[in-house]
């Protein structure tokens, strides 16, 4: 079979300048209204529950997983959809614990739940390190992928997409603020499940609507093995650590934090995690049937000749079932997506540095409204350059292990801190501080010492930590220290503001 | 107004039915995935077992666990669309005054 894939065609560069027009239309619409910090950050509060979850699912389907879970199932069967649960898992923690009383709590960040009734200026400085080093790690691994994708599809050089990329997504964010991020997250949504539902479409019409006749056909050439279990999980250690840091990790993962603020209160903020994860389920499940569709019609021989991680198994199937045209449609798609991921984490970024840090911190919390967009607008233009330039630094550098260390992260140094300050009276400054700490230190040098990046990156012979999660340390550690550092250390005046919080945080009552 | 808040029966009720709701639908959830994952560590051989012609148990395990997570979310939001919400007008009619 012959392969557009790799070259700019008429059609995939037609569908990106139409995708490029209207997200910069709308980022021109966004950016009228985009004045104030609540604007900015959290798009006037004015996205319904309905959109939000557009936007939610929209953040959380990245090119990666779009791809790379295809092509993973395509390569190795069922193991794929092993991995795919594992990321929609963490969301009913999302929709239970998190969503309402951050959206009742909160203004723009999750610092601002966890310093609710603790210290402003340690806890924000702590907060916002670990949203910021959990969004740079996310960011680094999705411009790396970017770079090496769109080179994959395009046959554009690397720095040049990854450049194309950085410039797109700082306009976005820049002008358009929140509202602008939101929209081409929905847009791309849309976009990408459309897409993805066409396509499994078109594998069921070449299977006569008959899933079985799909799945005998990918059994008949590659083996029983394609649809059983094979060597994803071995260790249960393992399984579970990683576990560990996919379902807690979503609830502290900045970006999608920072979307609770967007609605107008904590009843549309609870609707949006259900359409969220209704949409992302229903996804993973279009991504399973892709990756059996292009494993039975394109042919595993073909999918790893093009890359060997599979990750252009969905592209080739869109060209194998709807040509050229759709070819070209699904690499928009595929380009949109991760222009839309990066501009939210460059966004939850930039809210940590400016909200937190300068006027929590730095400021001490008295900036007026000008001040504060105006920091966050600096702060965005820098972190959009710095992931222009980590992109290219780590151009060829293997940062698989990136994404699993930043939900290590978020779920070892943002989830206790917030859930504990959140849900347990006694909660101290101090255990915040060393409950933050702990899971961050934990998570970045277990990860050092454990299989990927000390054998596989530093070359070792041996790992000196086994598992190449490190959540299941980090993350019952972090709550241990959290709590014992509480318990020795009293804070009367935090106490005592625990009535109102909670108050608050079931009631909504003084909720912004 | 704080105090008649936090020592009424409704408030009291409410905060006492959502963290039930809230505890129980995180514990199923965290028993449906782990399950799920020490099940495919433990025992392969079950999950590779044909069921239907080449459809194996995995399958419809697979996809049932993304199913059930989407309803677990699905039930939480029914429960507070009607209970929580109906209690909580209440309290905000009876004690912080309309709003």
Redesign the interface.
């Known amino acids: 079979m012959q392969t557009a894939l790799g070259q700019p065609t008429l059609t995939s560069i037609a569908f990106f300048l139409l995708f490029v027009f209207v997200t910069l239309y709308i980022t021109y619409w966004a950016a009228k209204r985009t004045k104030t910090t609540t604007e900015f950050y959290a798009a006037g509060r004015s996205i319904t529950g309905f959109q939000n979850g557009l936007a939610l699912a929209g953040d959380y389907m990245s090119a990666a997983s779009f791809l790379g879970i295809a092509g993973l199932v395509a390569l190795k069967g069922?193991d794929g959809?092993?991995y795919?649960?594992?990321f929609?898992?963490g969301?009913?923690?999302v929709?239970?614990?998190i969503a309402e009383p951050l959206r009742n709590l909160g203004k723009y960040t999750f610092a601002d739940v966890v310093a609710y009734r603790l210290k402003q200026r340690p806890i924000r400085t702590t907060a916002a390190t670990g949203a910021l080093i959990t969004v740079l790690f996310y960011l680094i691994a999705q411009m790396v992928g970017a770079g090496s994708l769109i080179k994959l599809m395009f046959g554009l050089p690397y720095e040049v997409a990854i450049i194309i990329v950085g410039c797109l997504m700082i306009a976005y964010v820049l002008f358009g603020g929140m509202l602008a991020t939101t929209w081409v997250q929905i847009i791309k949504a849309i976009l990408l499940l459309g897409g993805s539902t066409i396509l499994v479409f078109l594998i069921l019409l070449a299977f006569g609507f008959n899933?079985?006749e799909l799945?005998?056909t990918?059994?008949k050439n590659y083996g029983?093995k394609i649809?059983?279990?094979g060597g994803?999980?071995?260790?249960?250690l393992e399984?579970?650590s990683l576990?560990i840091a996919l379902?807690f990790g979503t609830a502290g993962l900045p970006h999608i934090l920072m979307r609770f603020y967007t609605v107008p209160d904590a009843?549309e903020a609870?609707?949006s995690?259900?359409y969220a994860?209704?949409f992302i389920?229903y996804f993973?499940?279009l991504t399973?049937t892709i990756g059996f569709g292009a494993a039975a019609l394109v042919g595993q021989e073909l999918i790893m000749k093009i890359d060997k991680g599979g990750n252009m198994a969905a592209p080739l199937l869109a060209e194998a079932l709807g040509g050229e045209i759709f070819l070209g449609f699904l690499s928009a798609v595929a380009f949109a997506t991760i222009l839309a991921v990066v501009a939210g984490l460059t966004l939850a970024g930039a809210s940590a540095v400016s909200h937190d840090i300068y006027v929590g911190v730095i400021k001490r919390g008295r900036a007026d409204e000008k001040q504060e967009v105006k920091a966050a607008k600096i702060s965005t233009l820098c972190l959009g350059l710095l992931a222009i330039i980590l992109g290219i630094v780590f151009k060829g550098q293997n940062v698989a292990f990136m994404v699993g260390l930043a939900f290590s992260i978020a779920a070892s140094a943002n989830f206790p801190a917030l859930l504990m300050s959140i849900f347990w009276r006694k909660f101290t400054t101090q255990g915040a501080l060393w409950s933050i700490y702990t899971g961050l230190t934990l998570s970045v040098i277990l990860i050092v010492l454990s299989p990927t990046v000390w054998v596989e990156i530093l070359k070792n012979s041996q790992a000196i930590f086994p598992l190449k999660n490190p959540a299941i340390v980090s993350f019952f550690a972090s709550f241990a220290i959290g709590i014992l550092v509480s318990l020795l250390t009293q804070e009367k005046e935090a106490e005592a503001k625990f009535?109102?919080e909670?108050?608050r945080s079931?009631?909504?009552?003084g909720a912004e | 107004m704080?105090d008649r808040?936090?020592n009424s029966q409704e408030?009291r009720s409410?905060?006492r039915s959502?963290n039930a709701?809230?505890l129980i639908?995180?514990v199923a959830?965290?028993f449906?995935?782990?399950g799920?994952?020490?099940l495919?560590?433990?025992n392969?051989e079950f999950?590779?077992q044909?069921i239907?012609?080449?459809?194996?148990i995995?399958?419809p395990v697979?996809?049932g666990?993304?199913?059930l997570?989407?309803l677990?979310?699905?039930i939480?939001?029914a429960w507070?669309?009607k209970k929580y919400?109906q209690k909580?007008s209440e309290?905000?009619e009876k004690l912080?005054g309309g709003?």
């Open positions: 069922y959809l092993i795919a649960v594992g929609l898992v969301w009913p923690i929709t239970f614990l899933y079985i799945f005998s990918v059994t029983e649809v059983q279990p994803l999980i071995t260790n249960p399984a579970v576990g379902m009843k609870r609707k995690v259900f994860t209704g389920g993973y499940i399973f009535d109102s909670k108050i079931y009631i909504g009552v | 704080k808040i936090l408030f409410l905060v959502k709701i809230s639908l995180t959830q965290l449906i995935y782990f799920f994952i020490l495919l560590a433990y392969k999950l590779g044909k239907y012609g080449p459809v194996t995995g399958i697979g996809i666990v993304i199913i997570t989407w677990l979310t699905g939480y939001v507070s669309n919400d909580l309290i905000r912080v709003e």
